[in-house]
């Protein structure tokens, strides 16, 4: 039986889904961009696309990640028998669905109910995205008075009583609104959103012209859907390449446009409202947001000046995952977090070789190394900058079985 204990090439799996763009994710690997989008780059044990590992050095073949820990669970990842979570490189060419996950409790009553198939699995899944390039996102609602004022100024009737409601009930007044738009508005006010969100754009602050000019991207793909609206519910949020944004559970959210990794619970709980062709369950979607203001918010890390070069440890409150992000200038060797924790490392830029005491890994960008459980301690050394991905396991909080 071949040991697990060395730094293991990790092959990730493509997903064509046709928000993605073209170029990001080949140019990142190394490859020509075919023409058709490429949306993410999965490397994860997650059954509807397990990345590939190869367990000898030259092999051709390799074994599905789910299938390695169902066989060998104890050496891959110590405890557990799944992978807590799951690594992406996510690109964003245009809006993606107005969507929510479920908390933990919400997700195992639902799941062990049936729930009409809204829950495809008993867990949470909460996820962080770290910028590779600017990005825009809709998370969370914003402050009532605000949304408000923002509606308002559409000039639209039909939203005038939520507007007055939102003045006069604050953030309880989100649940109907959103009801209303989803079961009972139509493409005619989907249309007139449209124009008069170009209208009042005219002259407007640089942040509520970003709102309404959103609305206009968002009607390119979705022109009769009412959920167009939705900039100026949620709260419009941009990141820098560098910066992060965690998104809990019942937090509303969209990513708009841009590139970068995503780590999530290993979990596909997906619930949407609108800006989609896929299934929409509004019931459910509704009955497990967060209806505050100031959820979804950016992530600061913990920075630390090492003499190898910089670690940035994005620390999320949960159990499932970290990730830290590791500039390498290659005057010493970068000890790798986690040794008692299944690891991958995605390499970013630069070239970088991954080496324990078993073995060793050459990495460029976009290609990955799994550390089982079993490989211990590990370092980096070269120049470049790499993604890791381990369990968090914060003080007080214990994976799930």
Same mark, same amino acid.
């Given at each position: 039986?071949?040991?697990?204990?060395?730094?293991?090439?990790?092959?990730?799996?493509?997903?064509?889904?046709?928000?993605?763009?073209?170029?990001?994710?080949?140019?990142?690997?190394?490859?020509?961009?075919?023409?058709?989008?490429?949306?993410?780059?999965?490397?994860?044990?997650?059954?509807?696309?397990?990345?590939?590992?190869?367990?000898?050095?030259?092999?051709?073949?390799?074994?599905?990640?789910?299938?390695?820990?169902?066989?060998?669970?104890?050496?891959?990842?110590?405890?557990?028998?799944?992978?807590?979570?799951?690594?992406?490189?996510?690109?964003?060419?245009?809006?993606?669905?107005?969507?929510?996950?479920?908390?933990?409790?919400?997700?195992?009553?639902?799941?062990?109910?049936?729930?009409?198939?809204?829950?495809?699995?008993?867990?949470?899944?909460?996820?962080?995205?770290?910028?590779?390039?600017?990005?825009?996102?809709?998370?969370?609602?914003?402050?009532?008075?605000?949304?408000?004022?923002?509606?308002?100024?559409?000039?639209?009737?039909? /939203? #005038? !009583?939520? +507007?007055?409601? *939102?003045?006069?009930?604050?953030?309880? &007044?989100?649940? @109907?609104?959103? %009801?209303?738009? =989803?079961?009972?508005?139509?493409?005619?006010?989907?249309?007139?959103?449209?124009?008069?969100?170009?209208?009042?754009?005219?002259?407007?602050?640089?942040?509520?012209?970003?709102?309404?000019?959103?609305?206009?991207?968002?009607?390119?793909?979705?022109?009769?859907?009412?959920?167009?609206?939705?900039?100026?519910?949620?709260?419009?949020?941009?990141?820098?390449?560098?910066?992060?944004?965690?998104?809990?559970?019942?937090?509303?959210?969209?990513?708009?446009?841009?590139?970068?990794?995503?780590?999530?619970?290993?979990?596909?709980?997906?619930?949407?409202?609108?800006?989609?062709?896929?299934?929409?369950?509004?019931?459910?979607?509704?009955?497990?947001?967060?209806?505050?203001?100031?959820?979804?918010?950016? /992530? #600061? !890390?913990? +920075?630390?000046? *090492?003499?190898?070069?910089?670690?940035? &440890?994005?620390? @999320?409150?949960? %159990?499932?995952? =970290?990730?830290?992000?590791?500039?390498?200038?290659?005057?010493?060797?970068?000890?790798?977090?986690?040794?008692?924790?299944?690891?991958?490392?995605?390499?970013?830029?630069?070239?970088?070789?991954?080496?324990?005491?078993?073995?060793?890994?050459?990495?460029?960008?976009?290609?990955?190394?799994?550390?089982?459980?079993?490989?211990?301690?590990?370092?980096?050394?070269?120049?470049?900058?790499?993604?890791?991905?381990?369990?968090?396991?914060?003080?007080?909080?214990?994976?799930?079985?």
């Amino acid at each position: 039986m071949t040991p697990l204990d060395r730094p293991l090439r990790l092959l990730p799996r493509v997903r064509n889904y046709d928000w993605g763009t073209p170029d990001f994710i080949p140019r990142l690997c190394g490859r020509e961009p075919t023409g058709r989008p490429e949306a993410e780059l999965w490397l994860g044990s997650h059954p509807d696309a397990p990345a590939g590992v190869v367990l000898r050095s030259g092999d051709a073949g390799s074994i599905p990640l789910d299938r390695l820990i169902a066989e060998r669970p104890i050496e891959v990842l110590g405890r557990g028998s799944a992978l807590p979570f799951l690594t992406k490189v996510l690109s964003a060419g245009r809006p993606l669905s107005i969507q929510a996950h479920p908390s933990r409790e919400q997700a195992a009553r639902g799941f062990a109910a049936g729930a009409s198939g809204s829950y495809r699995d008993p867990n949470h899944k909460p996820e962080l995205l770290y910028a590779l390039t600017p990005f825009s996102a809709l998370s969370g609602f914003r402050p009532p008075a605000e949304a408000a004022s923002l509606l308002g100024a559409l000039g639209l009737e039909e /939203l #005038e !009583p939520h +507007v007055q409601r *939102l003045e006069s009930e604050g953030a309880a &007044a989100y649940r @109907p609104l959103l %009801a209303t738009l =989803r079961e009972r508005a139509g493409a005619q006010l989907a249309v007139r959103t449209t124009r008069a969100a170009r209208l009042a754009a005219e002259g407007a602050d640089p942040e509520r012209g970003q709102a309404l000019h959103w609305i206009d991207r968002i009607a390119d793909s979705h022109p009769e859907d009412p959920l167009v609206v939705a900039p100026l519910i949620l709260r419009l949020i941009h990141l820098e390449p560098g910066q992060a944004l965690f998104t809990g559970p019942g937090v509303p959210h969209s990513y708009l446009e841009g590139s970068g990794v995503e780590v999530m619970a290993n979990s596909d709980n997906v619930l949407r409202l609108g800006l989609t062709s896929k299934r929409v369950e509004a019931r459910e979607f509704l009955d497990i947001l967060v209806y505050e203001t100031g959820a979804g918010t950016k /992530l #600061e !890390p913990e +920075v630390d000046e *090492l003499p190898w070069g910089r670690r940035s &440890a994005f620390t @999320p409150p949960v %159990a499932d995952f =970290r990730l830290d992000i590791m500039e390498i200038t290659g005057a010493a060797a970068a000890l790798l977090p986690g040794e008692t924790s299944p690891r991958i490392v995605l390499a970013l830029e630069g070239g970088v070789e991954i080496r324990n005491s078993a073995g060793a890994q050459s990495l460029r960008p976009g290609q990955a190394t799994l550390l089982t459980a079993s490989a211990g301690a590990a370092n980096a050394t070269g120049a470049g900058r790499i993604a890791v991905t381990m369990p968090n396991r914060p003080k007080g909080q214990e994976l799930a079985p």
